[in-house]
């Protein structure tokens, strides 16, 4: 407890931390979709110029993705691990995970509506 803090230690967990990140966008299809869906978000802030507020809210709601999804993989590979075949409490486990991410990816569709619809209204607005 009252040991200094190992900053080589520290620093070798980021490593390991971005292997993960890399191994999830790289092999995950899922996270595929939600990489897209973010690099989007973020194209359409800097075209709408969105503000602070609204920058850290779509910020907040791809690291609540992200992080769901790297949870959820990593619930999925113990559980490939424990049970390969076919058992029914693996399925409620997984598809329960699974749930996890998929109340936070409509949430992230609502933010993202409420943000850019109003915007993309205002240039249907000024062309017609
Ligand atoms: N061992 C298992 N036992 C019971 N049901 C399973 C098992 N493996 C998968 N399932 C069912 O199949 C669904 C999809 O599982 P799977 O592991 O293929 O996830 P996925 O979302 O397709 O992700 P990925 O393609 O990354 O593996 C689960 O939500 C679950 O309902």
Redesign the pocket.
């Known amino acids: 407890m009252n040991q200094p803090i190992n900053i080589r230690k520290a620093i070798k967990s980021f490593r390991y931390a971005g292997i993960g990140i890399y191994s999830l966008f790289r092999y995950?299809?899922?996270a595929k979709i939600h990489l897209l869906a973010a690099v989007v978000a973020f194209i359409a802030g800097i075209y709408f110029n969105i503000s602070n507020i609204e920058w850290c809210i779509i910020i907040i709601q791809i690291a609540l993705v992200w992080a769901a999804e790297a949870f959820?993989?990593a619930i999925?590979k113990i559980?490939?691990m424990i049970?390969?075949?076919?058992?029914?409490t693996?399925?409620i486990i997984?598809?329960v995970?699974?749930a996890g991410v998929l109340t936070l990816a409509i949430s992230a569709i609502f933010v993202a509506g409420f943000i850019f619809l109003p915007k993309i209204w205002d240039i249907f607005q000024t062309i017609y």
């Open positions: 995950e299809n899922n959820n993989t999925e559980a490939d049970s390969p075949t076919y058992h029914p693996i399925k997984k598809d995970a699974a």
